[in-house]
């Protein structure tokens, strides 16, 4: 059972939007901004496209966004692609745990 | 980079060793960890442990009696040994930089460890 609480899927019509909740607690994502997203697509290593809740690495499209409230993230994918089908993970700082926390992972279809 | 190696196949109750091998910088930077993080076929993202380039480490608790992460700065390089393994430890293994926070910028491609007899 993972630490932070995924929606096991979403799905979305090119060009629509799309959001995905990480839930927690105050002891990770509501009392630090460290919560990263990550996206995985198939046979492949999970890539870092959000940091920081809100921030994104060089490279990565401003169509992922990230944002926090409360005890919840969100990663918010807009104007949809087949290329954004895949994984979601979810990870946070935790002062409960000695490492990165992580949530279960939501797949994304592009319908 | 960051590049697995070891075993694919490891019998139960042996000992799952792994090496990640870092090139393209250096395992003494400053302000990085290097890590282990797992994945069961069909399932989620699991964090074994880190270690800095001092040799400080830091463990999972569920793992923490059977886990060791060492580093060896002259072959810029770290290593995973998963002692006393079982079927639940078959997954893909990524060796991974994090920094500060929690965020994991680099992953290797991963090595899948199956064990079996």
């Known amino acids: 059972q993972s630490a932070l609480t995924q929606p096991a899927s979403v799905s979305g019509s090119p060009g629509q939007s799309v959001t995905i909740s990480c839930a927690g607690t105050n002891s990770d994502i509501g009392g630090y901004n460290f919560v990263s997203w990550y996206q995985q697509k198939s046979g492949k290593a999970p890539e870092l496209i959000v940091f920081?809740?809100?921030e994104r690495p060089a490279g990565v499209s401003a169509r992922f966004f990230g944002s926090k409230s409360g005890n919840t993230a969100s990663l918010t994918v807009s104007g949809l692609h087949p290329d954004d089908e895949g994984f979601y993970f979810c990870g946070s700082y935790s002062s409960s745990s000695p490492l990165v926390v992580f949530g279960g992972g939501t797949k994304l279809t592009v319908l | 980079q960051l590049q697995e190696s070891g075993p694919g196949l490891v019998r139960p109750s042996e000992t799952l060793s792994l090496t990640c091998a870092v090139s393209g910088g250096s395992i003494s930077s400053a302000g990085y960890y290097w890590g282990w993080i797992r994945q069961p076929p069909g399932k989620g993202l699991e964090a074994i442990g880190t270690i800095f380039y001092t040799g400080n480490a830091q463990y999972n608790p569920s793992l923490k009696n059977r886990v060791t992460i060492s580093v060896d700065t002259s072959e810029n390089q770290f290593s995973l040994s998963l002692s006393s393994v079982t079927a639940a430890d078959t997954a893909l293994y990524y060796c991974v930089r994090e920094r500060v926070g929690g965020v994991i910028g680099y992953w290797g491609q991963g090595t899948l460890v199956i064990v079996s007899s």
């Open positions: 920081h809740v809100t």
